[in-house]
């Protein structure tokens, strides 16, 4: 049985849940999908037996190469660029779908390993339990395709353990998708904010577009605010756990201690749970019979497949990114602070695959552009003869035959290697074709506190970090249109495409993290980002009190690293009570809103530095595209 814990938004505790329920199975195999941010093993500790890199095949042309271009032609995620001096491959961008191979006619193409990242695999013990497998990946800095290490991942953690917990990445985007294939069952863990409303509406679409049972854990329950159980009752989503907004419960988890052995209390909590679970007397909820499928078409609109060298950011303008490795540090509190406090400012809200910005800001006009991110195989039944040979040629198994050839729209990357394979291709009979797929929405207009805009990625899409490059664009017009030098960008958590994206030919980051074994481990992570992409970089710790030691460590981490911790925010109740009631958290009375004003003028007063100097932005690596994919 496999068990996905999930989550739209970042940091609502669904490490905190995926850990402890693990434990409580004692022996349960924990799967750490989380490859941008796997954070499990600070609380497990596992021993790691094997580590070695995920790794696909990319192009390289050999001498017989002749320089036709029909490679380039072919490849729609302009990975490959046909040179007078020969044959140019992005790595980066390639999605290793056999395309350009087949396209050769001199056949002048061969496949070498690229690493995308790290595979890790050994064993966890809780107590006296027996020993179980463990396994997590990690994206390495600059890569892009988190999904492919994700199936690597649990493919590599397949074995005889009876019941196996994914601990899934935040968000609703391909890389969801991925870790939530082949689950039992879904654990959404969501709290009572109107954040995690939002997001969990989204995830329980994708997981009923897949079939899977779900049931709600909702953690911080006390606090009020968006009425989850009544969403909840409305959709038949149980709520099979509640976990109160707790100081000590947060302190254990920030000293990555687990709570399941070390807090009497939940550890009866979590020996319930997974009783329930193992029995098969868990309430859940039952998905549709009729699955929905979502829109897919395009309505004409070309994806946009250009790389960073070719789309110069605008001169005169500060962009500035709000940005975080780990979800749920405060990132989107304080970038609506700043907004909030700024003067004739423009916001780009970049989490796309989970935007909650609009929701404290209240746009009060939008226009909606469609985006498309890439393309979707269509194959029509009435001329498919179901030979089976797209079937068969498909490497990310997207085409199945019942009995003609059908398209699963959440594994089809749009490469067309379906379409070259077709023995139908030249005539009038062909079955196949590859039109521009909708990937998501993107809004600008205005806001209660200046322009913005903001984009969202239809459940399980991919091409996120595109869709954040359009996002930007967009805010870049809206400045022009009010006449200000200004942009706040809120950047997606973690690592890959989006955040990529969103750092790109930024003139500042500021990194908002917590006293957490997992916060600082993965602001490290981030900061090895902005410094990738030659990004000043400012720090503010959030809830600073909540582990002093750690506070500490991050301090040191900064300080080695050259990055300047400009200000501490306490723990303060008040913060996420005034977000769960849609409020601008800095115009709060409690001491955390008071830090946060604080740290609102820090930032504003360097923004104010930037723009006297107008210089224009120079920090775009030459090989990493902004057009993520």
């Not at 391909?174 to 009572?192: F, I």
């Not at 009866?268 to 309430?283: H, N």
């Not at 039952?286 to 078409?297: N, Q, S």
């Not at 600082?520 to 902005?530: N, Q, S």
Request: aromatic share 4%; with cysteine.
């Amino acid at each position: 049985m496999r068990i996905a814990i999930a989550s739209g938004k970042g940091g609502t505790g669904k490490t905190l849940v995926a850990t402890n329920l693990a434990a409580a199975f004692a022996k349960a195999a924990y799967i750490d999908c989380d490859v941008e941010g796997a954070n499990g093993h600070l609380f497990l500790k596992p021993e790691i037996r094997t580590q070695r890199p995920a790794e696909v095949p990319v192009p390289t042309a050999t001498d017989a190469c002749t320089g036709c271009g029909a490679c380039a032609e072919v490849c729609r995620f302009g990975a490959i660029a046909a040179l007078e001096t020969g044959v140019l491959v992005f790595n980066e961008l390639c999605h290793s779908c056999g395309t350009c191979l087949e396209a050769c006619p001199e056949g002048a193409l061969k496949e070498v390993p690229h690493t995308l990242g790290t595979i890790r695999l050994g064993t966890y013990q809780v107590g006296n339990a027996p020993a179980v497998p463990f396994a997590d990946g990690e994206l390495n800095t600059g890569q892009i395709q988190a999904a492919t290490v994700i199936e690597q991942v649990k493919r590599a953690a397949d074995g005889d353990t009876p019941i196996a917990v994914l601990d899934c990445p935040p968000g609703t985007g391909c890389a969801v998708a991925e870790a939530l294939r082949g689950a039992d069952l879904c654990l959404l863990v969501t709290e009572p904010t109107p954040f995690g409303l939002s997001d969990l509406e989204k995830a329980a679409n994708l997981a009923d577009y897949m079939g899977i049972p779900q049931a709600v854990v909702l953690n911080r329950s006390d606090l009020g605010g968006a009425d989850v159980r009544g969403f909840c009752r409305e959709r038949n989503l149980p709520i099979i756990l509640e976990i109160p907004y707790d100081a000590d419960l947060a302190r254990l988890y920030a000293r990555g201690q687990l709570v399941y052995t070390d807090a009497q209390r939940y550890r009866e909590t979590f020996d319930v749970l997974a009783d329930a679970i193992r029995s098969g007397r868990l309430e859940r909820s039952t998905p549709p019979a009729k699955r929905e499928t979502p829109p897919l078409a395009a309505d004409g609109a070309e994806p946009d497949n250009t790389r960073c060298m070719d789309m110069p950011r605008p001169t005169g303008l500060v962009q500035v990114a709000v940005i975080s490795g780990k979800g749920g540090t405060g990132k989107t509190s304080l970038a609506a602070s700043l907004a909030a406090m700024a003067e004739n400012a423009v916001t780009a809200d970049a989490d796309v695959d989970a935007p909650n910005l609009h929701l404290l800001l209240e746009p009060l006009g939008e226009t909606r552009t469609p985006f498309s991110g890439g393309y979707l195989a269509e194959i029509d039944p009435d001329t498919c003869t179901g030979c089976g040979e797209c079937a068969e040629a498909c490497r990310f198994d997207a085409v199945t035959l019942a009995p003609q050839a059908v398209v699963d729209p959440l594994r089809c990357v749009g490469c067309g290697l379906c379409a070259l394979v077709c023995p139908l291709r030249d005539t009038g009979e062909m079955p196949v074709r590859i039109e521009p797929r909708l990937s998501g929405y993107a809004y600008s207009g205005k806001t209660r506190h200046g322009g913005g805009a903001r984009g969202e990625l239809l459940a399980g899409g991919e091409a996120s970090g595109k869709l954040v490059t359009l996002v930007r664009s967009l805010a870049e017009t809206q400045a022009q249109r009010i006449d200000t030098d200004r942009i706040l960008i809120d950047a997606p958590p973690g690592m890959g495409c989006p955040v990529n994206a969103a750092l790109t030919g930024t003139d500042l980051a500021v990194a908002v993290t917590e006293p957490t074994q997992s916060g600082l481990h993965d602001l490290k992570r981030a900061l090895d980002l902005a410094q990738w992409f030659k990004v000043p970089t400012l720090v503010v710790i959030n809830k600073a009190d909540i582990c002093p030691e750690i506070t500490e460590s991050i301090r040191a981490v900064c300080g080695a690293g050259g990055f300047e911790v400009i200000d501490a925010v306490p723990f303060d109740r008040t913060i996420p009570q005034d977000v769960a009631g849609g409020n601008i958290p800095a115009f709060g009375k409690g001491p955390g809103a008071a830090a946060l004003r604080r740290v609102c003028r820090t930032v504003l007063q360097r923004i104010r530095q930037l723009a006297e100097r107008n210089v224009p932005s120079t920090n775009i690596p030459g090989t990493l595209p902004r057009s993520q994919t």
